[in-house]
């Protein structure tokens, strides 16, 4: 729990300035609504700790409702740094984490960020996890600093909508009818095909289709991080936050999908004439996975539309690897080099006998042997 709450503890206080140069924020300008736009502790997102929270400025004070669903908002009071206007510590109250049915709190302290107006609406902030370590030079997030973005909230907003309206146009601006607007979507050996086929097919989480009007509900607990249509075979993936979804309503624009097929090996495990076994490789994009896939055919598979992405591999017998990919525009097709994966200690000992017993200083009855490691 420490490791994430001073990500929304340091939200709460920058605001807006007109003009190139950074200057002091007059704290008047600070009241006001935000809500989150990216909750970034280095390579992933905890979005989704804050998915509903609410920041409210008013005077030096702060609250942050809803972290982790705790009815209890979480308080505090900063400190904005005339000499530099890009400094600003917090001091935030005891949180009472109790509704999680223990005697969990978050104590109380003080933290130095590190903050920047990016435009009008927008603000980025980095912190320290620990209250004692020193304030951060850079926005670069990282196990020990956190990098948030606020966005402030829609005109009249109080709290989140009961009901997001998607509306899927093509590049003409038309409607598009029938596209799946999905949570995920995967392609995972084991799943059946609906038709009875043996082809393993693409799988939605948390699917809706658009109307002729292009249009699909959702809500906020079903945010729509893939749009695609099949039978056109256009695609889009929404960068969807509670900043986006705040105003209840947003459009996408589908293009062109690529089939991205990328082989996954290890030297290591055909050096020793083992093979590739399970693997799983998904998509990151903005810190999450909307798109996965798994299966022991020895490749990653995607359809994606053009962009750059991190892909995120690793298998039953393989270490973790994120690379990143280019899809370039006009192709529908686009083979990978292949992802080249360490293999695991375990996996090279299959077969070969088990590691002796170092450094026993005395053995209650005989001295004791491994077994062979099973294939």
Not at 229 to 234: A, D, Q, S, W, Y
Not at 257 to 268: F, G, K, L, T, Y
Not at 304 to 329: D, S
Request: charged residues 25%.
């Amino acid at each position: 729990m420490s490791r994430f709450i001073p990500i929304l503890v340091l939200c709460f206080f920058l605001h807006v300035a007109s003009g190139a140069e950074p200057a002091p924020v007059a704290k008047s300008k600070l009241d006001g609504t935000w809500v989150f736009d990216s909750v970034n502790p280095g390579g992933f997102s905890e979005l989704n700790r804050v998915w509903m929270s609410i920041v409210v400025i008013e005077g030096d004070s702060f609250s942050i409702s809803n972290i982790m669903r705790n009815p209890a908002s979480l308080k505090g009071k900063f400190i904005l740094d005339k000499a530099n206007p890009k400094h600003v510590d917090i001091a935030n109250e005891e949180l009472d984490f109790s509704y999680f049915g223990g005697p969990f709190k978050w104590s109380a302290s003080k933290r130095k960020a590190l903050f920047e107006l990016v435009d009008e609406n927008r603000i980025r902030l980095a912190f320290p996890i620990s209250a004692n370590s020193p304030r951060p030079t850079d926005f670069k997030a990282s196990p020990e600093v956190h990098v948030i973005e606020l966005c402030r909230a829609p005109k009249g907003f109080k709290e989140f909508p009961k009901e997001i309206t998607v509306t899927v146009v093509n590049a003409d601006g038309k409607p598009v009818e029938g596209a799946v607007v999905a949570q995920r979507m995967g392609k995972h050996e084991g799943i059946k095909p609906k038709d009875g086929g043996t082809e393993v097919e693409w799988t939605y989480g948390g699917s809706k289709k658009t109307g002729k009007d292009g249009v699909a509900k959702t809500t906020m607990w079903d945010p729509p991080w893939i749009i695609r249509h099949e039978k056109t075979k256009e695609m889009a993936l929404l960068h969807a936050t509670p900043a986006t979804l705040a105003s209840g309503s947003v459009k996408v624009v589908l293009a062109p999908e690529c089939r991205v097929v990328a082989p996954i090996q290890s030297a290591e495990l055909a050096k020793a004439g083992l093979p590739v076994g399970w693997t799983h490789a998904s998509i990151v994009s903005h810190g999450l996975s909307p798109i996965s896939y798994s299966g022991k055919d020895g490749k990653a598979e995607f359809l994606l539309p053009p962009g750059t992405y991190k892909i995120e591999a690793y298998g039953e017998n393989l270490h973790t690897r994120t690379i990143e990919v280019t899809i370039p525009a006009g192709q529908s097709e686009y083979e990978m080099k292949p992802i080249e994966l360490k293999a695991s200690a375990l996996s090279l000992m299959k077969g070969k006998p088990a590691p002796e017993f170092v450094g026993v200083a005395g053995w209650t009855g005989k001295p004791m042997k491994l077994v062979p490691c099973p294939d």
